[in-house]
């Protein structure tokens, strides 16, 4: 038995492993209390996005169909009221190719501005789904200049977001299926 267990975790070790870059993918964004919450430089502000012709639900991550959406960014700290922001979403081609190609990739973009009343709010019209990076540049009057990066997908998840849990679900059938034919042939050997 100890056996079959210890085999079905040597199994599913390699699964967890490649489940992990995933998990990290999303490192500026944290879900708080039914709130995204983006890390931008020291500081942090809600994120919300709404598609309000085909659903009340909010978002962060997955924006459900393409289509007229709408991003709100509120800022959390007091500071960042006095800095010029400025939000971008482009197609994610990795950020080697963002950041030399960067106008070709752009889909969207805000120009800096001063939000002195702390709410950016960013309406855009997805012609396709896919997966996007939204990208928050701050400047401020200190010479600060915080960036942070978003990853999302319109449309549902992509089969690359989603190949982790994939692999994981089967390494887990997997390590099952070996764990139970390893435990039947220790049951039928001959016992002394």
């Known amino acids: 038995m100890f056996k079959s267990l ?5 199994l599913l070790l390699p699964a967890l492993v490649a489940a992990a870059p995933e998990a990290r993918a999303h490192r500026a964004l944290d ?12 500081d942090f502000m809600y994120l919300t996005g709404y ?26 700290q007091e500071e ?8 971008r979403i482009v ?13 070709a990739v752009t889909v969207a973009y805000l120009p800096p501005h001063v939000y002195p009343a702390g709410t950016l709010e960013f309406e855009h019209v997805f012609k396709e789904g896919g997966d996007y990076v939204g990208i928050v540049t701050m400047d ?3 010479g600060e200049h915080w960036v942070s990066r978003f990853p999302f997908t319109v449309g549902g998840r992509s089969f690359i977001a ?14 099952l299926l070996l764990a139970l034919a390893w435990g039947k042939r220790d049951e039928s050997a001959p016992h002394a």
């Not at 960042?80 to 939000?87: C, E, I, L, V």
């Not at 197609?91 to 106008?103: H, I, P």
Request: charged share 25%.
């Open 51 to 76: 598609q309000p012709a085909t659903s009340r639900k909010t978002f962060c991550e997955d924006i459900p169909t393409a289509g007229d959406t709408i991003f709100v960014l509120d800022y959390a």
């Open 140 to 142: 401020g009057p200190h």
């Open 162 to 175: 989603r190949a982790p849990y994939v692999l994981l679900a089967a390494a887990a059938a997997l390590a």
């Open 80 to 87: 960042m009221r006095a800095m010029t922001t400025d939000f």
């Open 31 to 42: 879900w708080r209390q039914e709130a995204c919450v983006l890390k931008v430089g020291p």
């Open 91 to 103: 197609r994610n081609v990795g950020e080697a190719q963002e950041e030399e190609r960067l106008d």
């Open 6 to 10: 210890r085999l079905a975790f040597l």
